[in-house]
């Protein structure tokens, strides 16, 4: 009988206890816990914050004086990276056709590469996006096309017109067309392409102003050879009435 009493005792004093312990257990619950109040987005990996870049406002990064086309030089290469790197880097801009790597005779990497899209549009969001691979910043550009007849000519003043580059280009031989237009980008820069009758003549004009670059209205202008034009699609043939 006295080994009951004790232990009604015993459970007397346990539900007494766990009562006043509830007060303080609710409290320590209820209080806000500063680690809730973090923002998630300190913890955005790698690839997120590639997409995200993908998605950036154009302006925010240099303007670049070459000619747009869908072929990008890719520079400051970590030398481990590999095509399937660069792929991934790229690709949330747009389809990748190729990239083509620049190798050493011994096979290593020489810390650049050539990667061209499928649309314009991909590469103009790829060169203006900041881009890092392995800790390395990368270096994007438009890849320079080959010689041909037609100039590019960056960084003309915004009231620089065709009778300014005309004076700049005809004394290196006859022209065929001259035309102006501003950046597509937007901005400040304007530009123009120069089309020469003779391709030696354009070939000789970028050479000098590659050693000495011509300005017009306090700009030094940025002479390069433009970009081939695509061929044109061909018209859908109609059937028409033949004349009696």
């Given at each position: 009988m006295l080994a009951n009493v004790v232990r009604r005792q015993a459970r007397v004093v346990l539900t007494a206890a766990a009562r006043q312990s509830i007060p303080s257990l609710l409290a320590r619950?209820?209080?806000?816990?500063?680690?809730?109040?973090?923002?998630?987005?300190?913890t955005l990996c790698r690839s997120d914050d590639y997409a995200a870049r993908a998605?950036?406002?154009?302006?925010?990064?240099?303007?670049?004086?070459?000619?747009?086309?869908?072929?990008?030089?890719?520079?400051?290469l970590a030398?481990?990276?590999?095509?399937?790197?660069?792929?991934d880097l790229i690709s949330p801009f747009g389809e990748v056709e190729s990239v083509r790597i620049i190798h050493?005779?011994?096979?290593?990497?020489?810390?650049?590469?050539?990667?061209?899209?499928?649309?314009?549009?991909?590469?103009?969001?790829?060169?203006?996006?900041?881009?890092?691979?392995?800790?390395?910043q990368v270096r994007v550009d438009y890849s320079l096309p080959?010689?041909?007849?037609?100039?590019?000519?960056?960084?003309?003043?915004?009231g620089g017109h065709e009778g300014h580059v005309r004076d700049v280009f005809e004394p290196f031989g006859a022209i065929q067309r001259v035309s102006v237009?501003?950046?597509?980008?937007?901005?400040?820069?304007s530009f123009a392409h120069v089309e020469f009758l003779k391709e030696e003549d354009a070939v000789r004009a970028h050479e000098q102003m590659a050693k000495t670059p011509p300005r017009i209205l306090d700009h030094e202008l940025r002479v390069t050879y433009a970009s081939p034009r695509p061929p044109p699609s061909p018209k859908p043939f109609r059937r028409g009435r033949l004349a009696m």
């Open positions: 619950v209820s209080r806000p816990s500063s680690l809730a109040l973090r923002p998630f987005s300190t998605q950036a406002p154009a302006g925010n990064t240099p303007y670049s004086d070459n000619p747009p086309n869908r072929q990008l030089f890719l520079g400051n030398f481990e990276a590999n095509e399937s790197d660069i792929r050493n005779p011994d096979g290593s990497s020489r810390g650049f590469a050539y990667a061209t899209f499928a649309e314009q549009a991909s590469a103009d969001q790829c060169i203006q996006s900041p881009l890092q691979i392995f800790g390395r080959p010689p041909g007849r037609i100039l590019f000519v960056g960084n003309l003043a915004p237009g501003q950046s597509p980008r937007g901005g400040i820069h």
